[in-house]
Nanobody, 113 residues
Framework: AVQLVESGGGSVQAGGSLKLTCLAS????????VGWFRQVPGKEREGVAS???????TYLDSLKGRFTISKDNAKNTVYLQMNSLKFEDTGLYYC????????WGQGTQVTVS
């Protein structure tokens, strides 16, 4: 089974950028649809972006143009580039594999001030 580990979170000022990394092990990332999700305080967890086995991407409408999901099959890694960050982007960001998602990482915290 695939295991996922997120990294790259941190604290950033509004308008700044972060790049999150989801490193997979145990199974090639090319065999899975992978998504990024976030848990914002006071709100339900929501899907942010996803990338399928063929590299096709989907995004939460409100984030289009600011966030970009990509993957490197050779590195078994999926990325989430986040630009023009806003205070409301603060939250715990998870990557997950499967459609529907059934394998989750532990999350990485993003704090925008």
């Amino acid at each position: 089974a695939v295991q996922l580990v997120e990294s790259g979170g941190g604290s950033v000022q509004a308008g700044g950028s972060l790049k999150l990394t989801c490193l997979a092990s145990g199974n090639p990332i090319r065999s899975h649809c992978v998504g990024w999700f976030r848990q914002v305080p006071g709100k339900e967890r929501e899907g942010v972006a996803s990338i399928d086995m063929d590299g096709r991407t989907t995004y939460l409408d409100s984030l289009k143009g600011r966030f970009t999901i990509s993957k490197d099959n050779a590195k078994n890694t999926v990325y989430l580039q986040m630009n023009s960050l806003k205070f409301e982007d603060t939250g715990l960001y998870y990557c997950a594999a499967g459609d529907p998602a059934n394998v989750w990482g532990q999350g990485t915290q993003v704090t925008v001030s």
